[in-house]
């Protein structure tokens, strides 16, 4: 696989909002565990290898499982997630799929007593932010198994 451009390099204002939108979400409050689940689920259902890549080496190097990370793709036919983490995991999954059904109101009734309003506002931005990071990497086929962790770096 070989990447078709730059994307940085090309355009580094839209890399620098795009950098501003994580610096926010990183200070937003939302636990780091909650936001890789939700950028690496995100990142399955878009087919974003490189993102899938990226989010599953952060969440391991913050201490998440194996288990968790291999059965995210199935969640909710699982025990392994909190009440918390699959209305993340299902608002998620209603706005990265958004085009299919526009996120009912018995979803946003599921979801919004595990959240307050700012934090589900926040929850919003990060699936938003990560389905645009999606279509950068997809677009430009970002070559997945360069990235190294935070934690690692």
Partial sequence: ??????????????YKAMS?????????GLEPLL????KMRASQINGCAYCIDMHSLDARAQGETEQRLYALSAWSETPFFSERERA??????KLT????????????????PHFTDKELADLTLLVATINAWNRFAISFR??????KSRKHK
């Fill in 35 to 38: 936001i890789e689940l939700v």
């Fill in 97 to 112: 799929l958004i085009s299919l059904d526009h996120v009912p109101d018995e979803v946003y009734e599921q979801v919004q």
């Fill in 1 to 14: 696989m070989k990447a078709r451009m730059d994307y940085i390099k090309a355009s580094p204002g839209a």
């Fill in 142 to 147: 970002s070559v997945p198994g360069q990235y």
């Fill in 88 to 93: 993340a995991l299902l608002w998620t999954e």
């Fill in 20 to 28: 501003g939108l994580e610096a926010y979400m990183a200070e937003s």
